[in-house]
Every structure is written in C-alpha cells, then in structure tokens.
C-alpha cells in the first residue's frame, strides 16, 4: 500500500490494530494517518500498523494525533506495536515521522507496557525515525521510550531523534528506549550532520521531521504588516517578528499548551523568541502607523 491519506477514529478492544493495517505483510510507504486511536485490553496497536510481520517495511509514513491503551492493552507504538523478526527476514521502519502522543495505562511486571514514540517492541530495524509528541504510561514496571518501548538485544535502532517527553511513575523507562537494548546516533536536539546524512540518503520526511517539527501559527491584526516568516521552526531556533509596515502595538506568543514565551526586543524594531518543543501560536496587532 502506498501514497495513502487517512483520516480514521478507532476505538475498540482488538490485537492487531493500526491505522492502515492490523498486520502488515508487505510494503506501505508514503502514508500519512490523521487520528485518535484507543484500544482497551488489546495488544498490538500502531499508527499505521499493529504488527510489522516479517520481512516488511514501513517507510516514509506520517502519523498525526493520538494513540492510547487502556487497561490491559501492551505493544503500542506511534508507528508500529510489535516490529518482528524471524530468520526468514526483518520488518523494517525508516523514514517515518510521529507527531502524535502515545499512552498507556498498562501495569503489568511480567509483559510490561512495551510502549515508544515510534515502536512498542522491536526485534528488528528501525532507523531515520523522529518522534516529537509525548509518551506517556501511567502504570508501572513497564518498559517505555521515546522512541522504543522495549529493543531485543539483536535488532539494529539508529540515527533517530525524539523531540517530546517521557512521563511515568517508574523507573523503567528513558529517553530513547525503555530497556537496555542497544541503540546508536540518536538524539533530542537538532544535529546538521543528521539532517545532511538523511538528506544525502534519500530521507526526506526525517529530514523534515528533524528541521522543521512545530508549526507557527501567526494571527495578524490591524493594517500593519508582519513579514512572513517560516510555518514551521526548530526547537531552540530563534524566531523574528518584524513589521514590513507600520508598528507592533500588541504581541503574544504562546504555545500549544497555553503558556506565554518570552520576547526579547521592542515594538519598534521587533521582537524575537526561541522556539520551544511545541506548536506555537502568535498573535499580533500592527498599526499603520509608527
């Protein structure tokens, strides 16, 4: 399956659910999936896929919204739930980008939550892969990551980048994954090296994903004009507002959650603002004067 756009609500009790396929056996790539997915006491849950089956790939995907376990549901992943690996071949996941929040409620000190930003549980290759919503499990003694919820030892995770935040209240969790499997080259903060790499590698939407991860919605108000700045920024990036007529009378920027940032600089001459790691809203009145 390829180049599809889905806009889907799923909320049932079900293994094996995703946003394209319960199971994939074969190749989706270039997807994107806009959604609210919630499975209660089910296993297996993805933004595109439940369960990346042997020997498949999912590339070049992007999943917007939110995916959410309830009650006993374990293996859920802003991409995939369970990436498997058999010595008949490897389920791959490169070039995705998840900008959805992904959560659990899963307690369980056995099979644990197995819960990542992009894969649940994986026992294959991921790599190329940004995450930049939270994760978040309100169990306990449950293996949760940015990017892996749980790595068997074998499989190869590399070269990915996770923008958001871990929340739990154990301490079997990180940053990147969940448990001790090994992962390489990967990061919280814009790398041009990483973005140069993936680019020269033909991964486009990760590039994308790691330069420009959070919109900026600006209001304008008033016969002024701001100039045009970029629709999206980069945590830690420092964004102007200037006039191109007139002058700033009023200006606010918060982000997605509400809170004010900071300005620096003055009406006349314009203000700035570092980006945060998270949607930002800015809402301006120009007059047409100065």
């Known amino acids: 399956m390829h180049d599809l756009n889905v806009v889907c609500t799923i909320n ?44 498949s790939i999912v590339r070049g995907c992007h999943v917007m919204g939110t995916i959410q376990g309830k009650g006993s549901a374990s293996c859920i992943g802003g991409i995939c739930g369970y990436n498997y690996y058999t010595y008949s071949g490897n389920g791959e996941i490169y070039n995705c980008w998840v900008e959805a929040d992904v959560s659990s409620e899963h307690y369980n000190a056995i099979t644990h939550a197995r819960l990542g930003g992009i894969c649940g549980f994986n026992t294959c290759n991921v790599s190329y892969c940004c995450m930049t919503g939270n994760v978040t499990n309100t169990g306990g003694n449950s293996g949760v990551g940015g990017i892996i919820g749980i790595n068997n030892t074998r499989p190869s995770v590399s070269h990915c980048t996770f923008y958001g935040t871990v929340t739990v209240n154990h301490d079997q969790a990180s940053k990147y994954c969940g448990n001790s499997g090994s992962v ?34 600006v209001k304008k ?5 701001l100039r045009d700045i970029e629709p999206r920024g980069c945590p830690g990036q420092t964004i102007s507002l200037t006039v191109a007529s007139g002058k700033l009378d009023e200006i606010t920027v918060r982000d997605a959650v509400g809170n004010d940032i900071s300005l620096s600089g003055n009406a006349t ?10 949607n930002v809203k800015v809402l301006s009145l120009a007059t047409g004067t100065r």
């Open 184 to 217: 390489s080259d990967m990061y919280d903060t814009f790398q041009q090296s990483e973005y140069d790499d993936a680019i020269a590698a033909g991964h486009t939407l990760y590039a994308q994903a790691i330069k420009y991860p959070y919109t900026i919605n």
């Open 269 to 278: 001459d314009g203000y700035t603002f570092t980006m945060p790691k998270k």
């Open 221 to 225: 108000y008033g016969p002024g004009e």
């Open 12 to 55: 049932c009790v079900a293994n094996y659910l995703g946003g394209i396929a319960g199971t994939n056996f074969g190749l989706i790539e270039n997807c994107t999936v806009t959604t609210t997915i919630v499975n209660e006491d089910g296993d297996y849950t993805g933004g595109i896929c439940g369960y990346n089956a042997d020997g």
